[in-house]
């Protein structure tokens, strides 16, 4: 179910300009990276364009060097895509442990769960990749986590509809506000490098793309949840704030662990 198949083809453009796998987040492949970059270029001008439309991977402007990111940046990439991932599979089995619940006795919310699901679902496959092809290390929480977000879907299941719509306000509020910040920091690692007449890396750049996009489907799910009556659960406060603190928590958690 949580394959990773739909993102595929949009990873694969990089392996298409050069057969050698270059990391922005290995530090050891910066200088290969520099030097490819210019045996890029060159193929660029030699194999136009007609068979490969324009792709965030090499639409670059073969005139600006490289924005190089320091040790500290890719520190902030490994916590984040670790963090992002759990969240992620958090995400689909909250999904998977409330949604029988729910839709049996407020079957007209099938769909909108499933869409919520489904789009977990992209997020997560979407991560994992990500990971991978980086080689961050997934959190050690990993069972914690996969136990705790069942266990939260289903006891916000069994409360009910508007429970169950509290606990996705609740993590969305949190979980949007943290991709928030992360586009936000890799936003400013952007107009450093602009001010330096430097580019980010194009892969990098379709990380941000992917964070923004993620970060907006997360706050379409918040306002579904509100348009549902999170507001009216019971107790509301105590939920809420319960799991907004543990949202925070494996966040922190996660970014080490
Ligand atoms: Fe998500
Ligand atoms: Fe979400």
Redesign the pocket.
Known sequence: MLARTSLAASFRPTAAITPVVLDFLAPSTLQQSRRLYHLTTTDHSTAPSSSSPPSPTNRHDARKPRYALTAKQREFLDSALRVNQAGELA?TLIYTAQTPQVVRSHPHLRPLMKH?YD??VG?FNTFNQLIAKHRVRPTAMYPVWYAAATFLGWSTGVLGREAAMAC?EA??TE?GSHYNDQVREILSWKAEAERRGEELDPELEEMLANFRRIRD??LE?LDHAVENDAKEAKPYDPLVNFIRYGCKAAIKISEKV
Do not use: F
């Open positions: 995400a919520m789009q977990e997020h996705t993590v969305e979980i489907e997360e799910h």
